[in-house]
């Protein structure tokens, strides 16, 4: 299956082209994040049939020159957010892995799917399209990877991203849950939770390829 297969279903609905006329207006009105051609990104660099891992944000970064259209990835033109150094520090305490660069294409190329729930957001105005309905596509993306998959690995970080568990089928998905890698949050369980050693033992016990992170 393709993501074109995948996504004709929502993409055909009245549901969907006002959700699209809705994101045009926003950009046309404003300066909006990512840039328009980088909203789908996630699932451009991830193909359907490659992903082992979902990574589930909440909405994009609302500085200028960070979001990307991935999930906690920002451009090298940017210093790191707090969140990503501290994804990055605990990585580097699991794994001893350190990070040079902070996008994280090469995650998605490797079937890391690294999904906001809410795909686009106003310059400096954090949440600002939560209302737009994007979390309706979204969870449709969640879904039919739950359905149409097996063995892949969810990571919910933080009480929002585990409001998503209710469209995952774990009797046959790994799902790891901690608090989120914010600074608000990151020692009620992120740091020593080692995420990233637990995603490639599953892999591995599945037979899959491991990630290099």
């Known amino acids: 299956m393709t993501w074109k297969?995948?996504?004709?279903?929502?993409?055909?609905?009245?549901?969907?082209?006002?959700?699209?006329?809705?994101?045009?207006?926003?950009y046309a009105s404003g300066k909006c994040f990512p840039p328009k051609e980088q909203i789908f990104r996630a699932i451009e660099l991830t193909p359907f049939e490659d992903i082992q891992v979902v990574i589930i944000g909440q909405d994009p970064y609302h500085n200028d020159f960070?979001?990307?259209?991935?999930?906690?990835?920002?451009?090298?033109?940017?210093p790191a957010p707090p969140s990503l150094k501290n994804i990055f520090k605990e990585l580097e305490?699991?794994?001893?892995?350190k990070k040079t660069s902070n996008e994280l294409d090469s995650w998605a190329r490797q079937?890391?799917?690294?999904?906001?729930a809410i795909?686009?957001?106003?310059?400096?105005?954090?949440?600002?399209?939560?209302?737009?309905?994007?979390?309706?596509f979204t969870d449709f993306i969640i879904q039919q990877i739950s359905a149409q998959k097996?063995?892949?690995v969810f990571v919910l970080w933080g009480?929002?991203?585990?409001?998503?568990?209710?469209?995952?089928?774990?009797?046959?998905?790994?799902?790891?849950?901690?608090?989120?890698?914010?600074p608000f949050s990151v020692h009620r369980g992120f740091f020593g939770s080692r995420p990233f050693s637990k995603i490639n033992?599953?892999?591995?016990?599945?037979?899959?390829?491991e990630i290099s992170w």
Request: net charge positive; with cysteine.
């Open 201 to 209: 033992e599953y892999l591995k016990s599945k037979n899959k390829k």
């Open 150 to 152: 097996e063995g892949v």
């Open 93 to 97: 305490d699991d794994l001893g892995i």
């Open 159 to 182: 009480a929002f991203a585990q409001k998503k568990e209710a469209y995952i089928d774990t009797a046959k998905h790994f799902v790891i849950k901690s608090a989120h890698p914010s």
């Open 66 to 78: 960070q979001a990307n259209g991935l999930c906690f990835s920002v451009s090298d033109k940017v």
């Open 5 to 26: 297969e995948i996504l004709a279903p929502i993409k055909t609905t009245d549901y969907f082209s006002n959700l699209w006329k809705s994101v045009k207006q926003e």
């Open 111 to 116: 079937g890391v799917l690294l999904l906001n």
């Open 119 to 136: 795909l686009t957001v106003r310059a400096h105005s954090p949440n600002s399209h939560q209302a737009l309905g994007w979390e309706r």
